[in-house]
């Protein structure tokens, strides 16, 4: 899965000239929370809804109400942007965008073709990345359990849940601390609890949970 198939796109981007509070209302009339700041179509920053929100004068506790919005209308988006952005492009694997953003701490990566930014990959869309991967939308018998780091173990344990008249809904795989073991989680239907468990059981190292799920 590629970043192009999955990010928010036609992307809305806002000039840094654009006033704090101007920003602020369009951010919140389109319900988003971040978006790319671009001047003559090339990416120069890129602004969240918690920088323009903490944005006020130093002083401002010092201030009548006027004064303040007085001198919040003054504050651009230029003075609270993140100049150095971290971007992806369409072909970047989904999952090394995932990484760029836990590793520095950030919600969203504009996504670039050449100099123009052509959308945006957000927490948001790898959180429902997360939950079509788990699964989590169908119903069935969710199970999660450690299997022997062994080739053909998974093998088995898919064919027996075949052979038992299960399908598969989800399937997701877990490096675990001991290199000898893998966690693993997946979701069954057309099973119920008792038969999954007896069938699975003999092929595990250990089940953690099973049950009926969502």
């Known amino acids: 899965m590629l970043v192009g198939e999955r990010m928010s796109h036609p992307v809305?981007?806002?000039?840094?000239e654009l006033p704090v509070v101007d920003a602020i209302s369009l951010m919140k009339r389109e319900k988003i929370r971040r978006t790319p700041v671009v001047r003559d179509g090339k990416l120069v920053g890129i602004v969240s809804d918690k920088d323009l929100l903490n944005a006020s004068p130093s002083t401002a506790t010092s201030l009548s109400?006027?004064?303040?919005?007085?001198?919040?209308t003054k504050i651009t988006v230029r003075d609270v942007m993140t100049r150095q952005v971290l971007t992806v492009t369409e072909d970047t694997a989904i999952e090394q965008a995932a990484r760029i953003m836990v590793d520095n701490k950030i919600g969203g990566l504009p996504v670039m073709r050449?100099?123009?930014v052509v959308g945006i990959i957000t927490e948001t869309d790898l959180f429902k990345i997360l939950l079509e991967m788990t699964g989590a939308r169908q119903t069935g018998v969710r199970v999660t359990a450690f299997v022997h780091e062994q080739r053909g173990q998974l093998a088995k344990l898919t064919q027996a849940i075949?052979?038992?008249g299960g399908n598969f809904v989800a399937f997701v795989q877990f490096s675990d601390e001991e290199a000898s073991n893998r966690l693993?989680?997946?979701k069954v239907a057309g099973m119920p609890v008792d038969l999954v468990k007896q069938v699975i059981v003999?092929?595990?190292e250990n089940l953690v949970d099973?049950?009926?799920c969502c």
């Open 184 to 186: 693993i989680t997946f």
């Open 12 to 16: 809305i981007t806002i000039p840094p």
């Open 114 to 116: 050449g100099d123009a």
């Open 210 to 212: 099973v049950r009926e």
């Open 162 to 164: 075949f052979e038992a």
């Open 65 to 72: 109400v006027w004064e303040m919005n007085y001198l919040l």
């Open 202 to 204: 003999p092929l595990v």
